[in-house]
Structure formats: C-alpha cells, structure tokens
C-alpha cells in the first residue's frame, strides 16, 4: 500500500468573510480533495468560548460535505464523546454514513475539560476520562446490535431496539488522535501531533502495539490495513521564501485562535481550578510520546532538527507544527516521512488569517507537484 493522504481542518474565521461564505469556499475545496485523491478529510470539534472551530456540529457540516462529494471518507475527527448523548451519536453516525454512501469514519476522546465545563458537563478529569469510556462503550455496542442493553455510572438501557444501523459493517472505521498507544489497543487508526523528530518512533510503537493486542498482521474490524499519520500544518509556494512568508502571520493567529479565547475567559472566571493552561490527563493512560525502547536504533529521530520554513513558536502550539517550502522542499520533507514506515500523512492547509488564495495555491501544487510522487 502507498502513501495515503488525507486533510485536517478546524475551519477558523478568515478575515472579511461572512460565516455563510467560509462555509461555501471550505465545501468547495473538499470538492477539489475528493477529485484529487485524498483518502479522508478530518474535522475537528471545539466549542465556545474557543473560536479555532467554526463548525462545532461537524456532523451536520460533514452532511452537507457528503452531498458534494463521491470518494472522499468523511471524518469527525474528533467526536468529543463527553459532551454527546451515546444514542443521539449512534443515530446521526447512522445517518450520516448512509448519506454519505459508506464514507464516514468515526474519530473519538475525551477532549479537554474546560469546555466540558462550559457545557455543564463532567469536568473533573477522571470523571471525564470515565464518561469517555463509557460513551464509546455504548456506542460501539449499539452499532453493531439488533437491541441495546447496557447499565453504567451513566447510562442504562436495557433491550432497547437499534432502528437505525451505520451502512458499513459492523461500524465505521475508529480513530484515536495523539495517543499511538490507545489507538493499537482499541484496533483504531490513528493520527499524532508533532513533528519527524519522534514520529519514527512511534510508528514503530504502534504497529508493535497493534500486533500484540489484535494480532501479528491483524486487519481493522472494517479489514483494512490500520493506519498511522502525522498532521502537518502546511504552506507551499513557488520558492521557500514565499512559503514561509505566507506561513508566518497565519501561524500566529492559528496559535492565538488556540489557545488565547479560552484563556482569558477562565481568567474573567477565576477558572485557575479548572484550566491553568497546562493538561491534567486522567491517571493511568499511556504517555504520548514512544519511550526509550521504541527509540533506540530509531535512525530518523533527530531532537536538534528544523521544520521547512522554520517558522517560529513552534512549541507553543499543542504540539502541533508548521512546514513550509517550495515542492522540492516538502518532496525532501516526504522521503524522510515515508522512511519512518508510516502509510498516511495528513495535512492542514488552511489555519489561522489565512487567505483563501493562499491555502488554494498550497493544494494546487501539493496535488500536482507532490501527490503523484507517492501514490501508487
């Protein structure tokens, strides 16, 4: 299997546009990733009083995305299941991949606990993390029943019968973002943050993972091939220069957009208990970053290496990061991925301020210039 490529996005406000029109132009250019090849295009979900997602109901953005498009997979990427009632989410991803002919995938976590407070839901992190793992409990459990029966902390349901079913069998590819670890346990794809310096390892981490709980060779329970793929915020021009100078400005209101909203709102609320700016994780997960034993001999790890574009504040973005260049550039950038053994990459070409313009000349040159390079 080749390299696949798929899209993140968060959809952000861009200067000068209605809300009605960024709307258009993003199904526009999810048009253009379905006629170019592109495996899935993934979106986020976020909530006030963050502004980094203006499309917070991604199902009935990705509804609207299905009518537009053949090929392309459709994926909430992720579903912050917290924050979602199981049997409403059982039913639209029923619908949903209906309408979208067998096209969606089904991204899931536990989100951050600050906008589940918000949302007057359960905040304390283990709290959180329980009602996480509950939500997908039921959820895998009634997509693929005739009848649901469950009883939880949460949720009890006893013979309830399943009207809708999801089209494909027994459910809609999973995905699990940022944690290698979680995503081979539950047999999930699996998208990270970050950049090459340890991505290397934890491919390797991954598919160790994946064979040891599912199985040495295993498949997905859909009978694909699992995949694992790293998110790249990405600008392309004609020469590394430009790249880089359409890449700056965006990359800092895209880094604003993140985190300053949220911030300054749970400082007016004294929200410190809350939410100081720094992720309290729920105990007993994996850590998100392979460990030594995953990284030793790992040729590709380079802890002093530099992004294309060398675009700056790179760690104060989430881990997230930036390339930017001309297609040489990012050709070179690809070698290096591929060497990694991964089988998918996942780029973000429109973040921040950014000009439609801008993000459209990226995928015109990343289809024409860089696509054919890597597909088989």
């Known amino acids: 299997m080749g390299l696949q490529f798929g899209v993140f996005d968060h959809i952000e406000p861009v200067p000068g546009q209605s809300l009605d029109e960024i709307y258009k132009d993003r199904l526009s250019q999810i048009e253009l990733f379905d006629d170019s090849g592109f495996y899935a ?6 909530h006030t009083p963050a502004v980094h997602s203006l499309a917070p109901s991604q199902n009935v953005f990705l509804a609207a995305a299905s009518q537009r498009t053949q090929r392309i997979r459709l994926n909430p990427c992720i579903y912050v299941l917290p924050l979602h009632h199981p049997l409403r989410l059982i039913e639209e991803i029923c619908m949903l991949d209906h309408l979208s002919d067998g096209r969606l995938e089904i991204g899931v976590g536990r989100g951050g606990v600050l906008e589940a407070y918000f949302w007057g839901s359960d905040w ?5 993390m329980a009602k996480y793992r509950e939500t997908l409990d039921v959820i895998r459990l009634g997509l693929s029943s005739d009848s649901l029966t469950h009883s939880g902390q949460f949720y009890s349901f006893e013979e309830l019968p399943m009207r809708l079913r999801p089209k494909q069998t027994p459910y809609p590819p999973m995905w699990y973002m940022r944690n290698v670890e979680t995503a081979a346990l539950h047999g999930m794809n ?3 943050v970050g950049n090459l310096d340890s991505f290397s390892a934890n491919v390797k981490r991954y598919h160790q993972l994946w064979n040891k709980h599912q199985g040495l060779g295993s498949r997905t329970a ?3 091939h699992p995949k694992i793929g790293l998110v790249s915020h990405l600008v392309l021009a ?3 220069e430009e790249a880089a100078e359409s890449a700056g400005p965006a990359w800092d209101q895209y880094l604003w957009n993140l985190f300053t909203p949220r911030r300054l709102e749970s400082e007016r609320r004294g929200l410190s208990n809350v939410w100081d700016g720094k992720e309290v994780r729920p105990s007993g997960l994996p850590q998100r970053e392979a460990g030594s034993a995953f990284r030793e001999g790992d040729k590709i790890y380079n802890s002093d290496r ?6 700056g504040q790179q760690r104060e973005s989430a881990a997230f990061r930036v390339i930017a260049g001309s297609p040489d550039t990012i050709r070179r950038y690809l070698d290096e991925y591929i060497a990694t053994g991964a089988n998918y990459f996942v780029c973000a070409f429109h973040f921040g301020n950014m000009a439609n313009e801008v993000a459209e000349r990226s995928i015109d040159l990343f289809v024409n210039k860089i696509m054919p390079h890597y597909v088989e």
Do not use: F, K, M, R
């Open 306 to 311: 530099i992004d294309p574009g060398q675009i």
């Open 124 to 128: 304390g992190v283990e709290e959180n």
């Open 190 to 192: 699996s998208i990270i």
């Open 222 to 224: 859909q009978g694909e």
């Open 41 to 46: 295009y993934h979106l986020a979900e976020h």
């Open 238 to 240: 004609d020469t590394d």
